[in-house]
């Protein structure tokens, strides 16, 4: 584990290091523990190099058995305590090969998602939302199927839709199922509709079923307020394929505290298994740099041991017309969730129809 | 709620917090939806007020149902994409009164832990921690015991601890539970053990009724790693007393971005049914000022709808010679987690012995 953290010189980073590696493990100061737990259970810190201005980048090693095998245990490792400790960032982790058993990842992954959207050519998924929160089910519906007609391949729910009286979860699901089934018989398509799932525990549950029973292959979760380990089970125990929204996250992205944005919705949400994710895209209306975005793409589609590479969905604020200019960077595997933009256009079809064309010509073409 | 935010001046900050009202609520640009929404969903901004160097506090309303009735939709609203804006720190919330129905808040809470505790007379809660992750169960068992002898009122496993293989879960809970139950027919004390429970969510109920069955009255969780509704659950379905630890809470406590301690460990903790909270204590080995600590006390056990208190655990490196001093600051209903520096120490039982005369002593005067 590579922790950003900072030091006065080296000896006082690498002290640092020290305290985080007990702090992880066994929490308790040298000398009242025997050396075979120092051996077997203590981090070791394996190098300490400059950053700049004061900050160090420290490579702590864990045995894998302290990871545990399933997600709480992961997060607690990762930044449990050491999140306390203010100043110290979370910026690499080797994730250890195989990786954790118990950690299903996506099921469907970027080939299961072009499958279900009936997508055979490289070409970006063009994503949508329907919102707002207050909107009736008629309204929302209407949207999903302008949406699903225009050529649209993901349509999920606003993440704060869950279920209002101007709009409850399972009439909202069975008209937007159907007005997007609707859509596809016309155009030929096959657009997906993803309800909003997010709740409480029991709650959640009844709410994937139900979105199946309707027919829904893919809903929409956001992990941070859901808890991963409930994204992982949705993952066991029904097999829908899951879109993850990074609210919360941002609580992370402090500039030097918290954990490195690739990390959280790049590896932590893919091992979760998160078949699709949804990040702030650079030039939207979220204060977030290339780097960062090029990376938490790069993190969801890279070589994983057997994990399926999971869809960056890039979002916040994105502009129809400057969708297509995004393919150069993020290639074809990727989508682009256009939601404030497309609603300010008149005709939502119309609309929806050229920006697909001209992303299918982008990608198509190169 | 109560946002600290940046703003060149007062009309930017108010920019700002209206903004976070629409964010939070419709996601969309004004004009792209109707009156009626405007009116009846998206927050409004109540005030903007300076604070110290270019920060402001700005109030923003939201309308009751936004806010859902379960603590994802809760968390969502708090702080859901406005933690991706950057610079945002919510500072305050008042809650709703009537609270949020579906929030159990904490079952048993400072009065139910002390009668599960045996303890009649108002002083502080002695509480320690068995470790480190890779002891024996027959090393962790004979801590306990040891501990309860000496008159711990509450022995909670380490946060760490989970199912490793030098103490497995079932055995451990089996062995430190009877060794409470013998130190108890001891001392005719009432000690308690609470093994962490952390885990996945099907091992996480397994855990808690292993745990009830063997006798235990109360359970560890780490609710961030677990997810919060998952402490809302186990309250709901099994009743048994929690103690929860702040492991990853600190992410949320950057300077300029967050979720302000007392709101998150304070009132969230505590709405989502922590009966007891363990947080760093100023003067230990995390960076927390008093008036933080002092803040979380205060928001556990304030008067707060039809809630119950719960009882702030004060931890994170508290000396054994120390503890006595901070029963001043907190008064009787708090519980001084001491865990490292009772290990230092050559006789466990009498060091505990001696500490809790001089807890009971300096309260019972009070």
């Known amino acids: 584990m590579s922790y950003e953290l900072r030091g006065r010189d080296e000896a006082d980073a690498a002290g640092r290091a020290r305290t985080i590696a007990r702090e ?53 490792l990762l930044f449990g305590n050491v999140s306390l400790l203010g100043g110290v960032r979370v910026v690499g982790v080797d994730w250890p090969a195989p990786p954790l058993a118990a950690l299903p990842g996506p099921r469907h992954g970027i080939a299961g998602i072009r499958v279900l959207c009936g997508i055979r050519e490289p070409r970006p998924l063009l994503c949508s939302v329907l919102k707002p929160l207050g909107a009736s089910t008629r309204d929302l519906a209407r949207r999903c199927h302008d ?59 009844q709410r994937v079923e139900l979105a199946r029973d309707a027919g829904c292959a893919a809903v929409l979760i956001s992990p941070l307020p859901q808890g991963l380990d409930a994204v992982r089970r949705v993952v066991d125990r029904h097999g829908v394929a899951v879109v993850a929204h990074p609210a919360l996250a941002g609580a992370f992205f402090g500039p030097e505290r918290g954990i490195a944005p690739e990390i959280l919705l790049g590896d932590i949400f893919r091992l979760a298994g998160a078949d699709a994710v949804i990040f702030p895209d650079a030039g939207g209306r979220f204060p977030v740099d290339r780097r960062t975005c090029d990376a938490i793409a790069d993190h969801l589609r890279r070589p994983l041991g057997s994990y399926r590479a999971a869809l960056p969905v890039a979002a916040g604020g994105i502009d129809v017309e400057q969708a297509v200019e ?7 595997d990727v989508g682009f969730l256009i939601g404030g ?26």
Request: charged share 25%.
């Open 24 to 76: 992880q493990t066994v929490e308790l100061p040298e000398g009242t523990y025997g050396a075979a737990i120092e051996r077997d259970v203590v981090g070791r810190v394996e190098s300490v190099s400059p950053r700049d201005q004061g900050r160090w980048c420290a490579v702590v090693s864990y045995p894998v058995e302290v990871a545990g095998d399933d997600i709480p245990q992961m997060l607690n």
């Open 147 to 205: 949406l699903a007609l225009g050529g649209c391949d993901l349509i999920k729910d606003d993440h704060s839709l869950v279920d209002p009286p101007t709009a409850p979860f399972a009439e909202r699901v069975h008209r937007c199922q159907e007005a997007v089934a609707l859509a596809n018989a016309r155009s030929g398509g096959s657009a997906r509709y993803a309800p909003n799932v997010t709740g409480a525990l029991e709650a959640l549950d």
């Open 326 to 332: 995004r393919v150069d960077r993020y290639g074809p």
């Open 341 to 366: 933009s497309l609603y300010a256009r008149r005709d939502l079809v119309e609309t929806c129809r050229r920006l697909r064309r001209s992303l299918g010509a982008t990608a198509g073409g190169g």
